[in-house]
């Protein structure tokens, strides 16, 4: 299993980036429940969003909501994260997670520990 996250970049605040988590070696229409993480120099990894893989419910931190908005491409194996009016505190790794589903994911989809794989993280850097 292979997660491949990449769309990271440096942009000013305000501006937009779309990152994209391409999954290869299984089906994100299967049993497996994708979120995105990010992590800031010097802080622990948060989660930022997440999607629900039965009926494709956006569950979003209150750090990014709505500015965040993250789809998933059942065609493509791809889960995107579309960022609008970014700020400084938006720099950070970002990460994609693939979860297999249990029955106690939506008590744990925020935390690292319910993820069983990791994409390599994409860099966003928001500076002037």
């Known amino acids: 299993v292979q997660l491949q996250a990449s769309g990271g970049g440096l942009v000013q605040p305000g501006d937009s980036l779309k990152l994209s988590c391409e999954v290869f070696?299984?089906?994100?229409?299967?049993?497996?429940?994708i979120a995105w993480f990010r992590q800031s120099p010097g802080k622990e990894r948060e989660a930022a969003s997440c999607?629900?893989?039965?009926?494709?419910?956006?569950y979003y931190a209150n750090s990014v909501k709505g500015r965040f908005t993250i789809a998933k491409d059942g065609a493509r194996n791809t889960v995107y994260l579309q960022m609008n009016s970014l700020k400084f505190e938006d720099t950070a790794v970002y990460y994609c997670?693939?979860?297999?589903?249990?029955?106690?994911?939506?008590?744990?989809?925020?935390?690292?520990?319910?993820?069983?794989?990791w994409g390599q993280g994409t860099q966003v850097t928001v500076s002037s």
């Open positions: 997670a693939a979860a297999l589903a249990r029955s106690d994911y939506f008590a744990t989809r925020w935390k690292m520990a319910a993820y069983d794989y």
């Open positions: 070696g299984l089906s994100l229409d299967d049993r497996y429940e």
């Open positions: 999607i629900s893989r039965r009926d494709g419910t956006p």
